[in-house]
């Protein structure tokens, strides 16, 4: 299979603070690959390094076949969404679209087709300034900006932080059809839930990649049990998981609490004996299997 | 639990107007003292603007609100004085020191000098942060400076404080840790307001309501909401709300 991206070794630190470090990895043409990780693990840089917006302190990666040093080439060959807005403010939506067609030296008529499906929704603002937008046309104007050379690998930093779930969802639907045009994607989200969305994910923390693979596989891997339990008094219930022999973690998710245990260690009638005589009513125990958050957090766990 | 808590905040037809768009259109909602309230909506939804009148920046068009007793319409002063209010992004400044940060907050709110050197001791401890007390804010743990931000908007010990999308960007671990701090604040009496996009955090929320084209469309505690929507989580009742028609863009 064709490697779109090959990154070896790269690394980089900021006045003595390592932001990434010795970071490998490989993406394939027409993968939809996330970087999952909290704000400060290092996607931001990662991303500016590939698309030859920073330098590296060291390592060397190949991005469409060419070294990082081969600025141009690289630049005419990605898209690139920043995390922050960071289109013309004061420029017309077309105007901003017809700029940056311009400055890839192609115009937005030969081009049309591959921003259409986007560029529909935004048409009837055409002649409003990007400054005025609402959030979500702003990103999808960013979207379009980003596509209008034909780009052959898009990266994509943040683009569904601080949005709500459904508009997330409906923007992950639309990578989702830009994949199927045979688009290699990188994106980057603080969301553990969206890693689902992605063909492989890498999940990073602190400049380290903890692990790389499909989110089916890492999930799969989990080496634990985990349980999820709800009762009436979920305070409580945290207290008691927590103080219980043979568990590993408790955290919770939404209504439940999650506690993990080693695979030999588990009967969910000694936890439900043990809940009950602690005074929990309305007892709910079930085996689920791991999501990317329990995976995430267990890494983190162990990487500290 | 059968003490009766008073009303801390109440807003009745509360509504923003900007020219001919209506920001917030006629919301009506009363939180209780210590309760955990967490206002949802989607992007656009008029959460920013809602927050913003109760915490006296903006003045509504119209209907009527009360936060902490006071009238958001005429003491607005004194709302700002009994609230805590906490930023998406950090409000701490990232070139002063941990301890000068707590002592310029503690100053805004006009803490006396004794008081609120005694209040950052307690503070400091209580977030066993003693190893980055002379530390600059840029060079501290991200985790750190989200619990330390809400520390602070809590130095004048408000009746209620407003959490705008505390734990965006936050990784797994240090997002519960900071819940576990806000139940810790609401069992000493605090009520808490927050918004998220973390659907599993609303349901650590004793109520929610869910705010859809400047209305509250629903509230109710989160068991009752997913009850009432027949579904099983509250991302399903959020996507039924946002999205009636089902409709994607």
């Given at each position: 299979m064709n490697q779109r991206v090959v990154a070896n070794k790269i690394t980089k630190k900021f006045r003595g603070v390592t932001a990434l470090d010795e970071i490998s990895f490989s993406v394939n043409e027409g993968e939809l690959f996330g970087f999952i990780g909290p704000d400060g693990a290092g996607k931001s840089t990662l991303f500016r390094i590939l698309t030859t917006v920073m330098n590296a302190d060291s390592g060397d990666a190949l991005v469409d076949g060419f070294p990082l040093k081969e600025e141009i080439k690289?630049?005419?060959?990605?898209?690139?969404?920043?995390?922050?807005?960071s289109l013309y403010p004061d420029l017309s939506v077309q105007e901003n679209l017809e700029f940056f067609a311009k400055v890839f030296g192609t115009t937005v008529q030969e081009n049309y087709s591959s921003i259409k499906e986007i560029y529909v929704q935004l048409e009837p603002f055409k002649d409003r300034r990007a400054g005025k937008l609402s959030g979500g046309m702003k990103q999808k104007l960013a979207l379009c900006c980003a596509l209008i050379h034909k780009p052959r690998v898009l990266f994509l930093d943040e683009p569904t932080t601080g949005v709500d779930p459904v508009s997330r969802r409906e923007f992950w639907e639309m990578l989702a059809r830009l994949?199927?045009?045979?688009?290699?994607i990188l994106v980057s989200t603080p969301y553990m839930d969206e890693a689902s969305r992605c063909d492989r994910v890498a999940l990073i923390q602190k400049g380290k990649i903890l692990e790389i693979d499909s989110p089916k596989e890492i999930t799969s891997k989990f080496p634990l049990n985990v349980i999820a339990v709800k009762s009436n008094q979920m305070l409580k219930l945290k207290e008691d998981l927590s103080t219980m022999e043979g568990k590993e973690s408790v955290h919770g998710f939404g209504e439940f609490m999650h506690i993990t245990m080693k695979k030999e260690n588990v009967s969910v009638t000694d936890l439900e004996n043990y809940l009950k005589q602690k005074g929990h009513e309305q007892i709910e125990i079930k085996n689920i299997e791991a999501s990317v958050e329990d995976c995430f957090m267990y890494l983190m766990e162990r990487s500290e | 639990m059968n003490t009766v808590r008073e009303n801390i905040i109440e807003v009745k037809n509360l509504e923003k107007r900007f020219g001919d768009f209506v920001?917030?259109?006629q919301i009506s909602f009363q939180v209780k003292s210590g309760e955990v309230f967490g206002f949802l909506g989607a992007n656009g939804a008029g959460k920013t603007t809602a927050i913003k009148m109760l915490i006296g920046l903006w003045m509504p068009t119209s209907g009527k609100a009360c936060v902490a007793g006071f009238d958001v319409f005429k003491e607005s002063n004194s709302i700002k004085k009994n609230i805590g209010y906490?930023?998406?992004?950090?409000?701490?400044?990232?070139?002063?020191?941990v301890i000068e940060n707590i002592q310029f907050y503690g100053g805004i709110y006009g803490l006396r000098k004794n008081i609120l050197n005694e209040r950052a001791e307690e503070l400091i401890a209580e977030l066993g942060m003693e190893s980055f007390r002379?530390?600059?804010i840029k060079n501290i743990p991200l985790g750190w400076k989200q619990k330390l931000a809400l520390s602070v908007a809590m130095i004048h010990k408000p009746k209620i404080v407003f959490l705008d999308e505390p734990t965006s960007g936050v990784d797994p671990i240090t997002r519960r840790q900071?819940?576990?701090l806000i139940y810790n604040a609401a069992s000493k009496g605090t009520t808490v307001?927050?918004?998220?996009?973390?659907?599993?955090?609303?349901?650590y929320c004793d109520r929610v309501s869910i705010m859809v084209d400047g209305k509250i469309e629903a509230l109710d505690t989160p068991s009752n909401l997913k009850k009432q929507f027949g579904v099983q989580s509250m991302d399903e009742v959020f996507v039924r709300l946002a999205r009636p028609s089902g409709a994607h863009v």
């Open positions: 690289i630049r005419s060959r990605v898209g690139y969404m920043p995390g922050k807005f994949k199927q045009g045979g688009l290699t | 920001a917030v259109n906490m930023a998406q992004r950090f409000s701490l400044y990232e070139d002063l020191t002379k530390e600059l900071f819940w576990d307001f927050v918004t998220t996009h973390y659907m599993d955090e609303s349901e």
